[in-house]
């Protein structure tokens, strides 16, 4: 880096496509990328929720195609890169070559943060494709800190240039970043990142732990716009770490005017910490799950809160939404059969 002490990776393009039922358009990826690249973002990131090939019924149909709006992105770059999320079983090889060709520059490979081991093939070809790539480790709350340095030597190994401590559930409080976090840096010799999400109001904490523990790349979205209650919020960032004297390279009137005036009118709903949001966190249950959850407790007729904990209870992880709707069936079956003893 060099005007900048600090990398934001702005991820209201794909984080933001959960909490907009993957419904971005053409044209409101074009607005928001042409603000952040006036705002000075080196890298920002566009796919589907759940990465490459996300779009199914599983996950959720994307309204346009993901290739289009990479494209769309890639176009009103002066000099931002777009990245993308590939995780493996979802997304595949041809997949991120698909993105390559329509114009990406950085991918980051997510796996469960006990099974960096699948990302092998997909992290040599980001490097054999010359893109920035990145090992993500999601649901860093579910691994005690040995874990996560085992886990993210794995990915170091395998050509990652940053390896993320990613807390996908908002479940991590500030001493548990700042623990990982200075693990991974006293013991990889690459650089690291830290991806929050705000369930538990902890989100701007998070990342400052990160970044005094060592983080050099965090990520943050425009007006906060994510799975769950929301990551980062990426304008209030800027202007925090300005505050505490490190250099982005971003500007923060630039970053307001994107949030405020294209993100801000296009959003389905605020991103406020709701109870039901608030249990993601508190649970430890993966933040994409909740508009699921919703969608299942209004289904079966259950509170959407005992449904969530039920869910952290076993350990669910990414790639287990079927288990949302068979949870709340069985937990229908079970109040119907309080009821009638």
Do not use: W
Not at 215 to 226: E, N, P, V
């Amino acid at each position: 880096m060099t005007d900048r002490d600090l990398e934001i990776v702005d991820v209201t393009l794909r984080d933001g496509s959960h909490a907009m039922k993957h419904a971005f358009t053409v044209e409101q990826v074009r607005q928001t990328a042409r603000g952040l690249d006036r705002a000075g973002v080196h890298y920002f990131e566009v796919s589907h929720g759940d990465g490459l090939g996300g779009s199914s019924l599983q996950y959720g149909l994307s309204k346009t195609e993901e290739l289009k709006l990479i494209e769309a992105a890639v176009d009103e770059c002066q000099t931002a890169d777009v990245s993308v999320l590939l995780i493996p079983g979802i997304g595949t090889k041809i997949d991120l070559e698909n993105a390559v060709k329509a114009g990406a520059k950085m991918v980051r490979v997510a796996t469960h943060v006990t099974e960096a081991d699948v990302a092998a093939q997909h992290i040599s070809l980001g490097r054999e494709l010359g893109l920035k790539t990145v090992g993500f480790l999601m649901m860093a709350h579910m691994a005690s800190t040995e874990k996560i340095v085992e886990q993210a030597k794995l990915f170091e190994s395998y050509g990652a240039e940053i390896v993320y401590v990613t807390d996908s559930a908002g479940a991590l409080l500030p001493h548990d970043v700042t623990e990982k976090i200075s693990a991974l840096k006293q013991a990889l010799s690459c650089e690291i990142g830290f991806h929050g999400h705000n369930n538990l109001s902890m989100a701007m904490p998070n990342t400052i732990a990160a970044v005094k523990a060592g983080a050099t790349y965090i990520d943050g979205s425009l007006r906060c716009l994510g799975a769950g209650s929301g990551n980062t919020q990426t304008e209030v960032m800027v202007a925090v770490l300005e505050k505490l004297g490190y250099q982005t390279g971003m500007s923060l009137y630039e970053t307001l005017d994107v949030a405020n005036k294209v993100v801000a009118g296009f959003m389905q709903r605020p991103q406020e910490i709701t109870g039901s949001s608030l249990i993601l966190g508190y649970s430890g249950v993966y933040s994409s799950f909740l508009l699921h959850s919703q969608v299942a407790s209004e289904k079966f007729g259950v509170d959407e809160r005992d449904l969530l904990v039920e869910l952290g209870k076993m350990k669910t992880v990414g790639g287990q939404e079927d288990l949302i709707y068979e949870v709340a069936a069985r937990l229908k079956e079970a109040k119907k059969s309080t009821t009638t003893v």
